[in-house]
Structures are given as C-alpha cells and as structure tokens.
C-alpha cells in the first residue's frame, strides 16, 4: 500500500487507534518532559544505539553534569566519557561534545532548529536531525525508526516480507498529525514499543531487520574496557594496558591504534592519555 491509495477514512482510524493506545500506556520518560533543544538532542543522541531503560537513567547523570551546551563544550573529554560510561558506542560522546563547542562558538548557543543545519553538525544524521525537528520545535519532520518501523509493518504490511523504508515512508508521511507532530510520534513509538514486546516482532519482516553481533568479545567490548581504563587513570603505557585489561594483546593494540587515529586518545612518549 501506498500513501496515495491511502482513503482519509483509513488515515483517521489509524490515527485514532494510534492515540487511544498511547492516551492509556504513556511512557513516562524524562525527556519528554522538556522542550529544551539541547536536552532534546542529547536524548536523541543516547538513543541511537541504546536501549530506553539504559538511557534514560544516564540521561538524568548527563543533564546534572552537563545542564547545556556551554557546560558540555567545555568540559575534558576524559569527564564527558566517564558520565558516558556503560553507553557504550562512545563516538556519540565525541561527537556530542563537537556539536556542543560549534553550537557555542558559531550559532550563539543556539540549536538550528531545520533539518539541513542540523545535519552539519557532528554525528547527527537524517533521523537525528528529523527527530530533533519534531520533538524540540514540533515541526512536521517524515522519520523513520525502529519503533515507528514496526507500526506501520503491523498495520500496513502484515502479510509481507521484507518490506523496505522507502514504502514506509510514503505512509508516514500521509498519516502524520501535522498540528501535534511531537505527541503523534510520541504516541506512534509508544505503540511500536508494545509491539516490540510481542512473540512476533514485526520488525523481522523489514528488509532492514539485522540481528545485533554479540558484545561478549567483540572489539566493541575492548573498546570499551580501553576507555573505561583511562577514565580511571589518566596516563598509560601500553604495558600497563595489557597488564590490566583481560583481553588478547593484538585486539588491545589494534583498538588502541583505533583509537588514536579517531581522536579519542593521543600518545605522548611512551604513554597514552584522553584528548581534550
């Protein structure tokens, strides 16, 4: 089914399906209490990769540490990843702290409020940006996520395989709310997330669906000890590294290397400490 064959009659009753779910089973989450765009952007950003739950209590530590951009974007690098710890995908702290100086310094503390200049800013991409649209300045931003993904797959599509975004996003659009985008996302991701819960996922029949890789041994997981290491101690030797980290010595040494060429980390002599 396409947006355009779908009847106004069907968009109404989808609709009203979507917010009597979401009327009764509000999720209550932190940042959806606020309209603060910065507050807005560093959920958002949490998000990506995070499940809810885990996000939600770090959001909580980050804001307290970190109330806005100014705070953010001076801060050590080596503080931004210890308040980040346990997020894992630690890129999106970088990034964070990036988009937070260039926020500071070239918009006045501002945070553009269109897609186009949002998406210039360090790791923020289409959905990001579309996200920060909708939920910081209620513009009627078409987005797609894993949540909204398995809405209209149970609705529209249940007798398919997979099915792509690009058929989706047709239907997001003819369907969206466009005088309270903010609570209609809020309500279409509420409806997802029970969806997700169900026996029968029905993300499984997007043509995206990819199982994750197992954390246990992967080089995320040394990534991760690596940076937990030297939120503890400032300045290591490579020895010291491998002396403390459980971890075979070749993966220490190509997840160091990594990180140095990423920016997280610089060598000084014979030791390693977190950029600033």
Same mark, same amino acid.
């Given at each position: 089914?396409?947006?355009?064959?779908?009847?106004?009659?069907?968009?109404?009753?989808?609709?009203?399906?979507?917010?009597?779910?979401?009327? /009764?089973?509000?999720?209550? @989450?932190?940042?959806?209490?606020?309209?603060?765009?910065?507050?807005?952007?560093?959920?958002?950003?949490?998000?990506?990769?995070?499940?809810?739950?885990?996000?939600?209590?770090? +959001?909580?530590?980050?804001?307290?540490?970190?109330?806005?951009?100014? !705070?953010?974007?001076?801060?050590?690098?080596? $503080?931004?990843?210890?308040?980040?710890?346990?997020?894992?995908?630690?890129?999106?702290?970088?990034?964070?702290?990036?988009?937070?100086?260039?926020?500071?310094?070239?918009?006045?503390?501002? @945070?553009?409020?269109?897609?186009?200049?949002?998406?210039?800013?360090?790791?923020?991409?289409? +959905?990001? &940006? !579309?996200? =920060?649209?909708?939920?910081?300045?209620?513009?009627?931003?078409?987005?797609?996520?894993?949540?909204?993904?398995?809405?209209?797959?149970?609705?529209?599509? /249940?007798?398919?395989?997979? =099915?792509?975004?690009? $058929?989706?996003?047709?239907?997001? $659009?003819?369907?969206?709310?466009? !005088?309270?985008?903010?609570?209609?996302?809020?309500?279409?991701? /509420? +409806?997802? &997330?029970?969806?997700?819960?169900?026996?029968?996922?029905?993300?499984?029949?997007? &043509?995206?669906?990819?199982?994750?890789?197992?954390?246990?041994?992967?080089?995320?997981?040394?990534?991760?000890?690596?940076?937990? @290491?030297?939120?503890?101690?400032?300045?290591?030797?490579?020895?010291?590294?491998?002396?403390?980290?459980?971890? /075979?010595?070749?993966?220490?040494?190509?997840?160091? &290397? !990594? @990180?140095?060429?990423?920016?997280?980390?610089?060598?000084?002599?014979?030791?390693?400490?977190?950029?600033?």
């Amino acid at each position: 089914m396409s947006g355009k064959s779908l009847p106004t009659r069907s968009i109404r009753k989808f609709q009203e399906a979507i917010f009597r779910y979401h009327r /009764d089973n509000r999720r209550d @989450l932190p940042w959806r209490k606020t309209r603060n765009p910065y507050r807005i952007l560093v959920s958002e950003v949490m998000l990506q990769q995070t499940q809810v739950e885990r996000a939600a209590g770090k +959001y909580r530590e980050f804001i307290r540490t970190f109330p806005d951009f100014a !705070s953010l974007a001076k801060a050590p690098l080596r $503080e931004v990843l210890r308040v980040w710890q346990g997020m894992g995908y630690n890129r999106r702290a970088v990034s964070l702290k990036k988009t937070a100086r260039l926020v500071a310094t070239e918009f006045g503390g501002k @945070l553009p409020s269109s897609a186009d200049e949002l998406m210039r800013l360090p790791g923020i991409g289409t +959905y990001s &940006a !579309s996200a =920060v649209c909708a939920f910081a300045f209620n513009t009627p931003a078409v987005f797609i996520e894993t949540n909204i993904r398995r809405v209209f797959i149970h609705f529209f599509f /249940d007798d398919r395989e997979r =099915v792509k975004d690009s $058929e989706i996003l047709p239907l997001v $659009e003819k369907t969206l709310d466009y !005088s309270n985008p903010r609570e209609w996302y809020y309500a279409l991701m /509420d +409806y997802g &997330a029970m969806l997700g819960k169900s026996r029968k996922n029905p993300n499984r029949k997007s &043509a995206h669906y990819k199982k994750q890789a197992p954390f246990q041994g992967s080089n995320r997981q040394v990534r991760g000890m690596l940076l937990a @290491l030297f939120v503890r101690h400032p300045r290591l030797s490579e020895p010291e590294m491998l002396r403390e980290l459980k971890a /075979d010595p070749g993966r220490i040494r190509e997840n160091l &290397a !990594s @990180l140095v060429k990423e920016g997280f980390l610089k060598k000084q002599g014979n030791r390693f400490t977190v950029c600033l």
